[in-house]
């Protein structure tokens, strides 16, 4: 089932979402719904407050060398706990939330991760590369954080003038 995505200025991305604590058959179907949502839409990721559920679920599918999404490499994540960061890159990042406009951010180079996938079960993950940047990205959602609170006052402003301009071609 396709989900609706909410976009900014929507105050409810704004919320600080709460800890699963139930792994049941209705969260299994949830994430599949979050897993149709995202790969509809052109997605890698997606954090549960983008479809208006405030719970620390998010979900990737970072594309391989030949741009595929195989399902097999989708990466549920679930009350998520970064314990260790090294380095710096910056990307240009995009979001689901944020259609249309995309600007470059900072963020660790590296992170270990503790998580629990959608059985519960405590699982690590050392990530790099896009599938760091996006695990930060995602988990900002989680805190009611968007890649655009991380712009300078200038490219902040560049980014609220995209957004007008938007808005007045659509009237
Ligand atoms: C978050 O973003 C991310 O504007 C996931 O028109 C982005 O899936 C993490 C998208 C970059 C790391 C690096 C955005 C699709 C998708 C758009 C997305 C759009 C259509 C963004
Ligand atoms: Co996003």
């Known amino acids: 089932m396709l989900l609706p995505i909410i976009t900014y200025p ?5 919320t600080l979402s709460a800890d699963v604590a139930m792994f049941d058959a209705q969260l299994h179907a949830f994430l599949d719904n979050m ?3 995202m790969m509809n839409n052109n997605g ?4 549960a407050i983008q479809v208006s559920m405030p719970i620390r679920a998010l979900i990737l599918c970072i594309p391989d060398e030949e741009g595929n999404q195989d399902q097999a490499n989708i990466l549920e994540i679930i009350n998520p706990r970064i314990v260790n960061t090294s380095g710096k890159s910056t990307y240009q990042e995009g979001c689901l939330s944020v259609p249309g406009f995309y600007e470059d951010i900072e963020r660790y180079e590296s992170l270990t991760l503790h998580y ?3 059985h519960g079960v405590e699982c690590t993950l050392e990530a790099n ?3 760091s940047i996006a695990i930060q990205h995602e988990i900002d959602h989680l805190n009611g954080k968007l890649f655009i609170d991380h712009l300078s006052y200038s490219k902040r402003k560049k980014f609220e003038k995209e957004l007008k301009k938007a808005f007045k071609e659509k009237k």
């Open 10 to 14: 929507n105050k409810l991305l704004k």
């Open 35 to 37: 897993y149709e949502t």
């Open 44 to 47: 890698i990721g997606l954090a």
């Open 116 to 118: 629990q996938n959608r």
């Open 129 to 131: 590369e896009l599938l």
